[in-house]
């Protein structure tokens, strides 16, 4: 079998940590797994794919040989070594926002869309966490029943916003119940404290007074589905769970709707599973649904709110469906579609 060289660049970040256990999980096919991130972490020694890799700095130099770089390192370190990357033949898988909405960049959820990868330019953009979430259990309802439009407010775990937002919430805990902490000044990136509390902002606020982050939802999800006319209203809150984001929807469709019909349309679609028997407690939290490959969809039923409506709440590892998993995927997905410049 052919083996492939794969650059990772945030290899020390919390979305890079999960890539390199990933490839390992899923058995990649891996000749050489390059480690990449900034000075900082340049001769850090992190086991990977078998060996013990030497962590460099990212430099323009640093893509030569690879087939496949994925990049979790924010937009700005995207944009600045894109170019470089192409230069040297290796195709970009991008987790950031830095070209999701670029027209010549397929934004990628590989059950949904996957087929987008043949037109790639080099480029692939990886969507934002929620909204990948949201769409594992919106597509399939779509594909049945016709998506006009969705409200959707999000309960988005610390490790969204990176490896920081893991110890912040720890730090936080720990001075509440008087625990000696690492260090007692822990600068914040959140705007409030998160421990024992709920923050309904991520991102900058817009004119409209929706954020950023609300807006990748709509904008990213008429991309995804290549659907302009579909509406939707979010709000995004950070909440003090470590890992697995969690969204409650509330959709309205153009064909009249049914739960049979709606549990047998999620049932038929892979990367999503049914785990709703309210009366068993049987519900998707971010505790079940940690390091699990699959989303899951409860409180499934039909909404009050519109005529032809579903209510339903999701539950995916936004660590992994929300960006290495999927990042993972659409590298597997290259492979077999031929798609790589290498091949
Ligand atoms: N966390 C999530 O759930 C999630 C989900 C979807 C998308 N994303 C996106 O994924 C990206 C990474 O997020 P994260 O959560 O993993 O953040 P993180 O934990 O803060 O990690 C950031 C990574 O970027 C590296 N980096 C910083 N400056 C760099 C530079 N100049 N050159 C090369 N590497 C540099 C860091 O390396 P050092 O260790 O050397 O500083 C670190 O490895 C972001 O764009 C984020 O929006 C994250």
């Keep these: 079998m052919k083996k492939y060289r794969i650059g990772i660049v945030g290899a020390t970040g919390a979305v890079g940590q999960e890539i390199i256990h990933l490839l390992e999980k899923r058995e990649f096919p891996v000749a050489e797994a390059r480690l990449l991130a900034s000075a900082r972490s340049a001769g850090r020694e992190i086991q990977a794919c078998g060996n013990l890799e030497v962590v460099k700095e990212t430099t323009f130099d640093s893509f030569n040989g690879l087939d496949i770089a994925i990049f979790s390192a924010g937009a700005k370190n995207t944009l600045e070594f894109a170019e470089a990357a192409s230069k040297q033949n290796c195709v970009i898988i991008d987790n950031s926002s830095a070209f999701r909405m670029d027209k010549d960049v397929p934004l990628v959820v590989p059950e949904i869309n996957g087929d987008c990868l043949e037109q790639h330019k080099g480029i692939i953009a990886n969507p934002n966490c929620s909204t990948a979430v949201a769409l594992m259990g919106l597509y399939p309802l779509h594909k049945r029943f016709g998506l006009k439009r969705f409200f959707a407010s999000t309960y988005q775990a610390v490790s969204g916003a990176g490896a920081e937002g893991v110890i912040l919430l720890d730090e936080q805990i720990k001075q509440h119940f008087s625990i000696e902490t690492q260090s007692a000044q822990v600068e914040s990136i959140f705007p409030h404290p998160i421990a024992f509390n709920l923050i309904p902002h991520i991102d900058e606020f817009r004119a409209d007074g929706y954020t950023k982050e609300e807006l990748k939802m709509r904008n990213e999800t008429k991309k995804i589905l290549n659907s302009q006319n579909i509406r939707v209203s979010c709000t ?82 936004q660590l992994w469906k929300g960006a290495a998993l999927n990042a993972v995927q659409i590298a597997e997905e290259l492979i077999e579609r031929k798609c790589l410049k290498t091949l």
């Design 236 to 317: 995004c809150v950070r909440v003090p769970v470590y890992r697995a984001h969690s969204i409650s929807i509330n959709a309205e469709f153009d064909s009249p709707v049914n739960v049979p019909d709606a549990r047998s349309a999620l049932e038929d679609f892979s990367g999503v599973e049914l785990w709703d028997i309210p009366n068993a407690q049987r519900y998707p939290m971010p505790l079940n649904y940690s390091e699990k490959e699959i989303c899951g969809v409860g409180r499934l039923r039909l909404d009050h709110g519109f005529e032809n409506g579903l209510a339903f709440w999701i539950v995916g590892d």
